[in-house]
C-alpha cells in the first residue's frame, strides 16, 4: 500500500480574509515577534515603536536599564503615546499631557489631585511579555506563553557558536522589501531551497553548494527549521574570512516560527529575516546586517546591497505570481515533493510548515 499524497495548503489560507482575522487575533498574538534590536535603544529613556498583531507597542529604556515593551495607548482617554523613534524623560501623552514614568507607571496629569479617591499608583501603561535573545527583542502577546527556549529548543546556545560575537553585535542596516502575496507565501518560498537552483543563481553559486542544501524539519525539535548547507570554496566568497574561528566556513540559518530568521554566513557574518502581515494580500520582509557595535563595514553593505538585488528581488517576483495564482480558479494544490532523503529537491519543510499552518487556524 502506498502512502497517500501530502498535498499543499488549499489557497483559501492564503486567500480568505477571515482566516487572516483569526490568524491575527489568534496566532500572530500568541507567537513570539521580533521587535527590533536592544542597540537601537542603547541609552535611558530611548525608545522606537513597532507594530505586532495589528497592535501599536513600544520598547524603552527605563533608568534602570531595563528594556520594557508596552501598548502604545494612554490610560486616559486612549491617545497614543509615541511615534516612530526618539530619546525622552518622560513619556508624555500628547492629548491631555498626562505623564507616565519610563517604567510605565502614571507620573502626573493637569488637575488630576482635584479628582477625589484618584489613585494614581494605581494607573499604568500596559506591558508586554518580552525577551532579549542575544540582544533581539522579540514581543509575546500572551502573558501565558512559554519562554522562547521551550519554543526553540538549543538556538540560543547553536547562535552563540556560530556567532561568537554576538553580544556585541549592532544593526547597520535594514533593507525591507513589501510583497504582495499574503505572509505564508512569502515564508513558505523562504523556508525552502527547491527553488533555489533555477531561481537564485549568485546565492547557488557565491555562498552555498546547493546540491548540499538541506532542512530537516525534525532535527533539534520545537518550532524551528534549522537551515544547512555547505559553502563554495571559499576562493569564491567574494569577501575575506578568518578561517581560525569555529564555525567560520559554514552556513546555518535558524527559523523561528512563524516570522523570524536567524542566518549565519561564512565568516560567522549574522544577518536576519523578519516579517510582517499587513492584511491578507501583503506582508513587508525585512533584511537586517549586524555589525560589532554597529561599526561601519564596506564588506556587509556590498553583501546587502548583492542580496537586495538577487534573492531578495528574485524572491519578491517568485511570491507575487505564487499569490495571484492562489487567486486563480484553475489551482488545484499540488502534492508536496516529499523524497525521504530530504535534500534540496525535497519540501519536507513546506509540509511541516503547512502543518503549522494548518494547527495555527483549525486547532
Ligand atoms: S488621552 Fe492621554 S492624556 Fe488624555
Ligand atoms: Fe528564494
Given at each position: 500500500?502506498?502512502?497517500p ?5 488549499d ?6 480574509p ?28 530611548d525608545y ?8 501599536s ?24 503615546l509615541?511615534?516612530g ?18 517604567s510605565?507607571?502614571l ?7 482635584s479628582?477625589e ?19 533581539f527583542l522579540f ?7 512559554a ?10 546556545a547553536?547562535?552563540?557558536?556560530y ?10 542596516e535594514w ?10 507565501v512569502?515564508i513558505?518560498?523562504?523556508?525552502e531551497c ?7 543563481p549568485?546565492?547557488?553559486e ?9 532542512i530537516?524539519?525534525d ?11 555547505e559553502?563554495?570554496?571559499h576562493?569564491k ?5 578568518d578561517?581560525s ?5 559554514d552556513?546555518?540559518s535558524?527559523?523561528?516560527w512563524?516570522?523570524f ?13 523578519h516579517?510582517?502581515a499587513h492584511?491578507v494580500?501583503?506582508?513587508t ?7 560589532p557595535?554597529?561599526a ?7 553583501l ?5 538585488n ?5 524572491d519578491?517576483t ?8 492562489l ?7 499540488g502534492?508536496l515533493?516529499?523524497?525521504?532523503n ?14 503549522w499552518?494548518?494547527e495555527?487556524?483549525?486547532?
Amino acid at each position: 500500500m502506498t502512502a497517500p499524497l501530502t498535498r499543499s495548503l488549499d489557497a483559501r489560507y492564503y486567500t480568505d480574509p477571515a482566516i487572516f482575522e483569526q490568524e491575527m487575533q489568534g496566532l500572530l498574538s500568541r507567537t513570539w515577534q521580533f521587535g527590533g534590536h536592544v542597540q537601537q535603544i542603547p541609552e535611558v529613556g530611548d525608545y522606537f515603536t513597532f507594530d505586532v498583531a495589528g497592535q501599536s507597542l513600544f520598547a524603552i529604556r527605563g533608568r534602570d536599564e531595563v528594556v520594557r515593551v508596552f501598548y502604545n495607548v494612554c490610560q486616559h482617554r486612549a491617545h497614543e503615546l509615541v511615534s516612530g523613534t526618539g530619546r525622552t524623560r518622560v513619556v508624555v501623552c500628547p492629548y491631555h499631557q498626562w505623564s507616565y514614568e519610563l517604567s510605565g507607571g502614571l507620573r502626573a496629569g493637569p488637575n488630576i489631585k482635584s479628582v477625589e479617591g484618584f489613585e494614581r499608583d494605581k494607573i499604568c501603561l500596559t506591558s508586554v511579555r518580552c525577551e532579549d535573545f542575544h540582544g533581539f527583542l522579540f514581543v509575546n502577546l500572551d502573558n501565558d506563553a512559554a519562554p522562547m527556549d521551550d519554543w526553540y529548543p538549543g538556538v540560543r546556545a547553536e547562535i552563540a557558536a556560530y556567532v561568537p560575537h554576538i553580544a556585541e553585535l549592532a544593526p547597520l542596516e535594514w533593507v525591507d522589501a513589501p510583497e504582495r502575496c499574503n505572509w505564508k507565501v512569502s515564508i513558505e518560498n523562504y523556508s525552502e531551497c527547491y527553488h533555489c537552483p533555477s531561481n537564485h543563481p549568485t546565492f547557488a553559486e557565491g555562498v552555498v553548494k546547493p546540491e548540499t542544501y538541506d532542512i530537516q524539519p525534525d532535527a533539534g525539535g520545537g518550532y524551528v527549521l534549522r537551515h544547512v548547507t555547505e559553502c563554495q570554496c571559499h576562493e569564491k566568497m567574494t569577501y575575506p574570512i578568518d578561517m581560525s574561528v569555529p564555525h567560520a566556513g559554514d552556513y546555518q540559518s535558524w527559523f523561528l516560527w512563524p516570522m523570524f530568521s536567524f542566518q549565519c554566513y561564512p565568516g560567522n557574518v549574522l544577518n536576519t529575516y523578519h516579517w510582517r502581515a499587513h492584511d491578507v494580500d501583503n506582508c513587508t520582509v525585512w533584511r537586517g546586517w549586524f555589525t560589532p557595535q554597529g561599526a561601519e563595514s564596506e564588506v556587509i553593505r556590498n553583501l546587502s546591497l548583492q542580496d537586495r538585488n538577487t534573492t531578495v528581488a528574485e524572491d519578491i517576483t517568485l511570491v507575487e505570481s505564487v499569490h495571484r495564482g492562489l487567486k486563480s480558479r484553475g489551482y488545484v494544490p499540488g502534492p508536496l515533493v516529499l523524497d525521504p532523503n530530504c535534500g534540496v529537491m525535497s519540501e519536507h519543510s513546506i509540509a511541516k510548515l503547512q502543518h503549522w499552518m494548518r494547527e495555527a487556524v483549525s486547532g
